[in-house]
């Protein structure tokens, strides 16, 4: 006996999507791998630095501090300065000695780039040796 089952055309119809099953399968494989690889990634490397012997420097007897304030103005000491007597008024207080060290401050809201402005004011008047001035942070309870 037999039986057919054949109801009209014997073509297969094209299917004109994407199987997306085997991608997941094989995203979610990937990402195993790699959460898995990412932290042997990362190398923790214990260095023992050497401790600095330098002695800290004397202050000198009477620092001159140009402050860049908020407003982006300069101020020599306590006095205020115009950007373009800065010279003037340095040459003034160092007594023409070009090897004076400025302690240069900065107000937190000034931006870099004003900074680096004031820095090559003081490097155009010939004053090449700046120290940058922070406050320091004491490690506590």
């Known amino acids: 006996m037999s039986v057919r089952l054949d109801h009209g055309e014997d073509t ?17 494989v990937l ?3 790699f959460m ?4 042997l990634a990362t190398v923790d490397i214990q260095v023992n630095l050497p401790a600095s012997t330098a002695e800290p ?3 000198p007897d009477k620092p001159l501090y140009l402050s860049v304030k908020s407003d982006l103005t ?5 006095d205020s300065v115009a950007r373009d007597r800065l010279r003037n008024t340095l040459d003034a207080a160092a007594n023409g000695n070009k090897d004076t060290v400025i302690f ?38």
């Open 57 to 59: 420097q004397k202050r």
């Open 74 to 78: 300069l101020a020599l000491g306590n």
């Open 104 to 141: 240069l401050r900065a107000d937190k809201a000034v931006p870099y780039g004003e900074l680096m402005e004031v820095m090559n004011l003081l490097r155009n008047a010939g004053y090449l040796k700046i120290a940058l001035v922070g406050l320091e942070k004491v490690s506590g309870p």
């Open 12 to 28: 297969l119809n094209e299917v004109h999507e994407i199987n997306v099953t085997p991608f997941i399968d094989v995203m979610l």
């Open 36 to 39: 898995v690889a990412a932290p």
């Open 31 to 33: 990402l195993i791998i």
